[in-house]
T-cell receptor, first 112, second 114 residues
């Protein structure tokens, strides 16, 4: 039972354009969402998060949008840079809970 | 560098064997998580410890066990290994283990079962 789904295994974007990575979840108990970025041969690193009391959170070139009614969130990267090429994992948890459920990841390629 | 260390980096062993993976959390973090990443799969949550106590369990097989020691380092024991256990095993740590806490990941241990 995949509670967090990233339906696009990969995404290719031109440098300077917008990258949009999508994530859907099924468990309505989730109220905190995180994005992690992973380069080859390294562990994932935290990128940005959002609480369910917000619908948008921005950090530099990275913005996460949350649509609770659709149980959908997205990560926007603007402008995309070649160094953004990595695997991006969406993760969900319930605050006060202890499990964090990760999606399968989306591999982003940013072409120079 | 996340501050989380994992040893060994690579491990090659045979089916039926037993191995131990080790993790040292970031200084000050009380919670440790273990994840398994098989080929082209996401991060499968295995188990979480907080200050020496098991706090949450995910899809961890009965052949696998873990513990967190008083110095907060953790070990993941995998026994009766099968070919399908070949994967990257990540350890992560966080301050309190709550869902909203950022997790800091180690570089992973790549296990190959032949």
């Amino acid at each position: 039972d995949q509670q967090v789904k990233q339906n696009s295994p990969s995404l290719s974007v031109q440098e300077g354009r917008i990258s949009i990575l999508n994530c859907d979840y099924t468990n309505s108990m989730f109220d905190y969402f995180l994005w992690y970025k992973k380069y080859p041969a390294e562990g994932p690193t935290f990128l940005i998060s959002i609480s369910s009391i917000k619908d948008k959170n921005e950090d530099g070139r990275f913005t996460v949008f949350l649509n609770k009614s659709a149980k959908h969130l997205s990560l926007h990267i603007v402008p995309s840079q070649p160094g953004d090429s990595a695997v991006y994992f969406c993760a969900a948890s319930d605050t006060g809970g202890f499990k964090t459920i990760f999606g399968a990841g989306t591999r982003l390629f940013v072409k120079a | 560098d996340s501050g989380v260390t994992q040893t060994p980096k690579h491990l090659i062993t045979a089916t039926g064997q037993r191995v131990t993976l080790r993790c040292s959390p970031r200084s000050g973090d009380l919670s440790v998580y273990w994840y398994q990443q098989s080929l082209d799969q996401g991060l499968q949550f295995l188990i979480q410890y907080y200050n020496g106590e098991e706090r949450a369990k995910g899809n961890i097989l009965e052949r696998f066990s873990a513990q967190q020691f008083p110095d907060l380092h953790s070990e993941l024991n995998l026994s009766s290994l099968e070919l399908g256990d070949s994967a990257l095993y990540f350890c992560a740590s966080s301050v309190s283990g709550q869902g909203e806490n950022e997790q800091f990941f180690g570089p992973g241990t790549r296990l190959t079962v032949l």
